[in-house]
């Protein structure tokens, strides 16, 4: 057992051992760098303001300590060992929500500025309270402002942060005194002069000054360092307010790792074996994995479709870089969790809130401070018993032992008036809850007993796949199944199917049959939360139509809210759907009679996500900004939409052409949305041969009057084009826009008419040819084209009209892909195949006969793509096109094969 010697023996320690070392000299030393910096940094940043620039970025680069890393150093940063800024500062507060826009950093800036210069001069509280008084100051603490107050003016000011404050707590806390060193920002004066009287009696025990001082703090609480002896003394005898930990200032150490993975390639890697060899080739990921050991415990956390973690491992060894990457092992310490953790619930704690989490765009690895660590593995722990023991040395032992869980979902004590409520704002039932009634026996119908051995994939499909009664999610291993299912596997799952809906025994036998993955019912993709659907539909006055036990969502949830008791958990899966399925049905059953000729049923699943959404008092999904979300939705630079939208302006008609599968109409169609700033104003048109000025424009169509000779009359009816430039004028300050897709099919001097003159010359009025009435083309109606530009037809369109057009050329775009299947999580083996197998076979094609001829990156474009995916879209949709592209020479076409499968990669280890 380790004993922590006395203060001078310890000291004497630190002086030996680190400061008259080599690395205590070049801790000095660089504290000295770190001062030289700070000093021009801030009287540079002074002359530049009294000049009147702008110093937002400066401030923030220079002034705030930044962590040590190639990123950092590269642009500018005043890189510190007091670093407390472990990312990009703005991001980091925007994210949290402690600065709400871009704007209100030239405040912020500006303010740190004056209260550094006030500070510099000498203490003055007023400057301090001024600045804490304001909404903008929210997330700073001592440890922002006190290393750059110190390096300006050590005489006057220590740094307090994490470990100055636990070092002195440490001190005062041996000599019997009460503990006065806090981080808030406001207090700073008062810690600092707790701070500097530690020094003081310090100083006859060998720390010479500030310097000293600060080194000691660092050598007392770094676990690399000798004194990490001394740390479990100083963290218990370190008892602050409370909150004074929940701070936006990080602690320093890294206590664990969040890696981003997904369901399906976890359980994957585990039947594989206990370890598996990732590569991190993003620089994030690599600069953080520089502060990782053998050991390290590692949450697999999955960031699309759901933000949740999903399951344990550890580091190990340490990480090894290899030239552009660095590479890590991972042993699996548990498969998928039971009950995974959403983002929901970790943002939902007041630790844990403006934690760093995996997102489809973030890099493989994330830290979590050790600060974190505690919280996070207590809520994994609480959710799934069978981790107790994996997590148990990451928590004191009296918190596994007598506390309570930190994330209870609320009781609910009165379910009566709760229901009360509910009666009197949701005007239960109404008119969707009678179309859902309907639905409802139209389905049970489909999925009588005499009626399932009929059942056919497109019958089943709505079940699965319209929200009407309870969503069950995405299916696509259903999808999968019925696409690729031969008779034999429709006739099992039809078997499937009947058993659990209509077959002998208890309900949980025949559902654990169908959830066996090794027994021969099993249907893939045919889970817990379809078969539930299903058994609600045939059998409503049993099963409510919350589907699934797990998550947010599900019935254990549920049940928490209602305050139930668990089930256990060695129950088997079919018996935990229906027993918690039947204990929220009978809590509910005396609040719940029948209304409107609807099950009660149908009542208490429109009650539980009403009381859960109330309960829960999430803010509504913040709004993303039109041009972010164009951008999220497209994947497109935004140096190209800012090109696309000024073309649009320029002319107010623009078309997209390209080869096949290049996005066209995609993104046309997001661009024209982003343009008219609603779908309300958007209208889309195809052309096709047949299409005619008569559709575009104007023409006589017979209505029927009985006054008239033959009890038809004729008139002039507006075309899809005249009705939007109508609805335009009415509306001179919207925007409205016209999609025309496959733009060239059509006769385009026969469909626009005399609308060639005014696609030039918006401000004037021409006499339609057949009604004889006045038209103009109004200045708000712009006109969007695609074209396919691969049969040649481009160079057939009409000269007028093309110098009316602006013509933007959409190529493959690799990167596009590469980010978008990396998003959705595609193993990254198949991405990279896809990616340069697609890279090699347009490099060729373009040689001969051209790049029009190109193969578009959206054929690969799906979420779940895999290599069966990947050889069933070149079996039937390339490789037929191909051949008919090449059918003189077929040998091409088997050239184009090979070296796309050239790029498929052998067995290769996981790769970010």
């Not at 100055?164 to 700073?188: D, I, K, M, T």
């Not at 078969?531 to 928490?560: D, I, Q, T």
């Amino acid at each position: 057992m380790n004993v922590l010697p006395p203060l001078p023996e310890l000291i004497a320690q630190f002086l030996q051992r680190f400061v008259h070392q080599p690395a205590g000299q070049a801790f000095l030393a660089r504290s000295a760098a770190e001062a030289a910096f700070a000093r021009a940094a801030f009287d540079d940043l002074c002359r530049r303001a009294d000049a009147g620039e702008d110093v937002t970025e400066r401030v923030l680069m220079k002034l705030l300590p930044h962590r040590d890393t190639p990123f950092n150093r590269q642009r500018g940063a005043w890189t510190s060992h007091q670093a407390v800024i472990n990312r990009e500062i703005k991001l980091w507060f925007q994210h949290v929500g402690w600065v709400p826009d871009e704007a209100a950093w030239r405040d912020i800036a500006g303010n740190l500025l004056r209260l550094l210069r006030a500070l510099e001069r000498g203490p003055q509280q007023a400057a301090l309270d001024a600045f804490a008084a304001s909404p903008l100051s929210k997330g700073f603490r001592s440890g922002f402002l006190s290393p750059a107050l110190h390096c300006l003016r050590p005489d006057l000011y220590l740094v307090v942060n994490t470990r100055s404050r636990r070092a002195g707590n440490f001190c005062l806390a041996l000599w019997g005194e009460p503990r006065e060193v806090s981080l808030a920002l406001e207090h700073y004066l008062d810690a600092n002069a707790a701070l500097r009287s530690v020094l003081e009696r310090l100083k006859p025990l060998g720390i010479q000054d500030a310097g000293h001082f600060d080194a000691f703090c660092h050598w007392l609480c770094d676990r690399k360092l000798g004194g990490y002896l001394a740390r479990k003394k100083v963290e218990e005898l370190e008892d602050g307010p409370p909150g004074d930990d929940a701070s936006g200032e990080p602690d320093e150490e890294v206590g664990a790792w969040i890696v981003r993975f997904s369901r399906r390639n976890l359980r994957a890697e585990v039947r594989r074996g206990r370890r598996s060899i990732w590569a991190a080739t993003q620089r994030s990921s690599r600069e953080w994995l520089q502060d990782a050991e053998p050991g390290d415990l590692v949450f697999l956390y999955q960031a699309s479709p759901l933000r949740e973690v999903l399951g344990l491992g550890r580091l190990v060894a340490a990480p090894a870089p290899i030239g552009e990457e660095t590479r890590f092992e991972v042993e699996f310490l548990t498969e998928v969790l039971a009950h995974p953790i959403p983002l929901a619930a970790i943002q939902a704690h007041s630790t844990l809130s403006g934690m760093m989490m995996a997102s489809p765009r973030s890099g493989m690895v994330l830290p979590i401070r050790a600060d974190e660590l505690p919280h996070l593995a207590r809520l994994v722990w609480d959710r799934n018993p069978e981790v107790r023991e994996v997590l148990a040395p990451y928590l004191p032992p009296e918190a596994t032992a007598h506390e309570a869980p930190l994330a209870q979902a609320p009781r609910v004590l009165d379910l009566a008036a709760w229901v009360e409520e509910w009666r009197r704002t949701s005007s239960y039932p109404d008119e969707a809850d009678a179309r859902d009634a309907q639905q409802r026996e139209a389905w049970a119908r489909m999925l009588a007993k005499d009626a399932v051995d009929r059942l056919t994939p497109e019958d089943f499909r709505p079940v699965y796949q319209l929200g009407v009664l309870g969503s069950t999610g995405p299916m696509p291993a259903l999808n999968r199944f019925f696409l690729e299912a031969t008779e034999e596997d429709l006739a099992r799952f039809r078997f499937t199917l009947r058993d659990v809906l209509h077959g002998e025994g208890r309900v949980e036998q025949r559902l654990d049959r169908a959830l066996d993955t090794s027994g021969p019912a099993h249907v893939k993709g045919l889970g817990e939360g379809v078969l539930m659907k299903c058994l609600a539909l045939v059998h409503p006055e049993r099963f409510l139509g919350v589907h699934a036990s797990a998550g947010e969502n599900g019935k254990a949830r549920m049940m928490e809210m209602l305050g139930l008791p668990p089930l256990p958990g060695s129950l088997s899966p079919g018996t935990q759907a229906v027993r918690s399925n039947d204990a929220l049905r009978e809590a509910l059953a005396p609040h719940m009679p029948v209304a409107g000729g609807l099950p009660a049923t149908h009542a208490m699943r429109r009650f539980l996500y009403w009381l859960k959404a109330r309960l829960d008092q999430q803010p509504p999904p913040k709004e993303l900004d039109p041009a972010e979300r164009f951008l999220h939705v497209t994947s497109l630079r935004r140096e190209r939409m800012e090109e696309l939208c000024a073309l649009l302006e320029h002319r107010r008609q623009l078309i997209l052409y390209g080869p096949p599968g290049t996005g066209k109409t995609f993104i046309a169609r997001e661009l024209a949305r982003y343009q008219a700033g609603s779908e309300a104003r958007c209208e889309r048109v195809q052309f096709h041969p047949a299409y005619s000025y008569e559709d575009f424009v104007e023409g006589l169509r017979p209505q029927v009057d009985p006054r008239t000779p033959g009890g038809l009359r004729y008139e002039y009816r507006p075309g899809i084009l005249k009705a939007l430039a109508e609805k335009a004028q009415a509306s001179p300050t919207e925007r409205f826009v016209l999609l025309i897709d496959e733009i060239n099919r059509a006769a385009l001097p026969r469909v626009f008419g005399e609308l060639l003159y005014l696609l030039e010359y918006r401000e004037e009025r021409v006499r339609l040819a057949g009604s004889g009435d006045f038209f103009e083309l109004p200045s708000n109606l712009y006109l969007l084209g695609t074209m396919n530009s691969a049969d040649r037809s481009i160079a057939q369109i009409d000269v007028a009209l093309r110098r009316r057009f602006h013509f933007v050329r959409m190529d493959p775009d690799t990167e596009v892909l590469r980010r978008n299947l990396l998003k959705w999580d595609v193993a990254p083996e198949v991405c990279d195949w896809v990616v340069t197998g697609l890279e090699a076979v347009n490099a060729r094609i373009a040689r001969t006969p051209g790049r029009e001829f190109c193969i578009g990156h959206s054929f690969f474009m799906d979420k779940d793509l895999d290599a069966r995916r990947v050889e069933r879209i070149w079996r039937h949709d390339l490789g037929p096109m191909l051949e008919d592209c090449f059918y003189d020479s077929p040998q091409v076409v088997m050239e184009l094969r090979a070296l796309f499968d050239a790029a498929r990669p052998g067995p290769v280890e996981l790769a970010e």
